[in-house]
């Protein structure tokens, strides 16, 4: 009650403050005849609101605060004309002219309006060739964040995104796990993950995680859009979340960017990149190495990553791009470490014949056609040829190594998809609606072995004997996907509108291949052996619904809600694996639910931003870790099952305020912002099993809270960080930390709470600029993850104080 009436008072406040609005006003006129053009639009690029002029070409956009704002008119048979208009205190007239050509309406980029922001922001509500209205959102600004953006640093990167739950096992920045609102951070896989608009995972029905993250010195922003994401980008409970990548300058053919950063435990990352335009082309690439020992014993990495992009524009309505990305690296794993070796030194490794090795090739070819002023074609075709390896002694953490032969697993991806989605704007009663349509298909095939590899110590990634047959188990797993999609946004009023829409899937996935079946006793002598075949098939269609609703009482505070359903498919690549400290049960059933939002947000650019959301997650057949005892040799270990029903609801607010320009006004040089981002999360099983009934949900902290300060003088910028996420558990039982709750193997039991603290900052002069940090200033020992597997299994702790210094040229 006291968060409801706090979340009342705040809403309140924030009405008064930016109760003070203007209007835009003028005409819209033909240039040749002098005469008024009626029904013209005018598109505000500020948030992607259309205003329809009148029969005698009027029109007026009110409830505008005191900025600048960029408008465009444009109408059938006419071009479009664009002007910028900067209100102070008083209502502003601005007339447009169209001159009688053929229409050429750009895309709209928001470039201009994300380089002056906090580092976040939100979508509007139409980009491209998508709807994002009534859908809570947020836009990570990468130019604005001042962060270790050479080990992609989660923990800064998405400081300002609520409610995020991040997995920090892996210092180097290889992987991203991240989690919202109770979903599990493995490898961000309840996220639909994208890079400029195509998947990236290894395949997004059989294997949805994804083992290769772009580095954050390539990107230009990092879009995320939750649960109601799953009418347009695939079904997930998390949502979806779009790396979209720098782009070369369109006013100089060339330009060059190159990074240089050392830092703790022998880092070394070189960054270097090129684009730029010429005639009709443009074009931007980047080649990334990246090595270090890290922190822990047996932790040594190896990376490199590239990435082209070619985009030609024959003319005004036609652009067709090519992007190709490449992954190659290869890590050592420490493995984790039991409560009590964590409590001793969390810094030890138990393990030193471990390794992992990623090899990515990503490719996509686009097209975005312009139909008309109001029809917009986007075609997008990508396809995956990956493998990933992973070897080591993965038996208990609480075992010595024996030191005989590591288990080898292979999986080889090999997918491709495309997506084509129509956007048209169109009348109806007296206003404007948006409609989008678009269809998917997916062919995912994944190839998976494992069996015994060699028994030395280096990364020979080579089955034992070397007859290339796997004495473990050998599948493929085919999967296709064929969708149908619809959103349509209705302007009931100017304010008010709600945006329907609906999702058919069709998903057929097989495993196809066989398994051994080996029996020993104590001594390791085989008492039975067996290889059964397998082929299983599991074909379904499910239609999703949803519908939101958006209320723009002003151009800066906005109500929205949202309802979507979601659904997760099971896969089988998961369910033969040999690993004693996890089973999954075979009869694994999909997930079903649905999610809800309702928020308010708003701002001023560059002054105040937030948005204040509570949410709600339902969960049917929730799949979750119970613990479970072998009734042969009576070992614990965590079965994969369907849990039960699970609820998932809690409170996301973030609020920033650049303190100097709130008092001093907008002019003022010098900033120092304040920022807020606090989640509350209650999570709980709703089971017929007693055990599990009205307990919370594995990795689901109550509490997660970032705050911070932002300092900028011209080019110089310091950031100060403090992240805090409470205890939670890693199974459905809530086996805690109490002495006799302690899992002696480390795979299960409680995350404890932890709070980390960070220091940035940069000086640019000219063409060089200087960034450094330290990252975990109290040098805190924590760990924020459990492995049942790699890269454990048991504790993996997170690294301790460290720093960077990065040297940036550009020419």
Known sequence: MRLLLTFILVIGSLQLTLAQTYSISGTISNANSKQPVPLAEVLLTNNGSITKADARGNYTISGLASGTYTLTAYSLGLGSATQQVTISNANVTLHFDLKPLEGKLSEVKVKGEREKTFGITRLNSVEGAAIYEGKKSEVVVLNDITANKATNNSRQVFAKVAGLNIWESDGAGLQLGIGGRGLSPNRTSNFNTRQNGYDISADALGYPESYYTPPTEALDRIEVVRGAASLQYGTQFGGMINFVMKEGPEDKPFELTSRQTVGSWGFLNTFNSIGGSKGKFHYYGYYQYKRGDGWRDNSEFNAHTAFSSIHYKPNDRLEIGFDYTYMDYLAQQPGGLTDAAFKQDARQSVRERNWFKVNWNLLALTLDYRLSERTKLNVRNFGLVAQRDALGYLEKINRPDPMEERLLLQDKFRNFGNETRLIHRYDLLGSFSTLLVGTRYYHGFTDQKQGYGSAGSDADFRYYPDNGNPDISDYDYPSRNLSVFAENIFNITPKLSITPGVRYEWIKTKAEGRYDVISKDQAGNILYEERIPESRTNTRGLVLFGLGVSYKQTDHLEVYGNYSQNYRAINFNDMRIVNSNIQVDPYLQDEKGYSTDLGVRGGIADVINFDFSIFNLMYDNRIGLKSEKDTVMYRTYLLRQNIGKARN???????????????????????????????????????????????????????????????????????????????????AENTGSNPGDIDLTAVFGEIPAYWVMDLSGSYTYKRLTLESGINNLTDNRYFTRRATAYPGPGIIPSDARNYYVTLQFKL
């Open 649 to 731: 609801r809690g409170i996301e607010t973030f609020a920033e305020v650049d303190i100097l320009k709130l008092i001093y006004g907008k002019q003022h040089r010098t900033g120092l912002s304040a920022f807020s981002n606090l989640t509350l999360v209650d999570t709980r099983y709703t089971s017929p099993n007693k055990a599990i009934d009205g307990n919370k949900v594995e990795l689901a902290p109550a509490f997660i809270a970032k705050t911070g300060l932002s300092f900028r003088q011209k080019n110089f910028k310091l950031s100060y960080q403090y992240a805090y996420t409470s205890s939670q558990y890693t199974d």
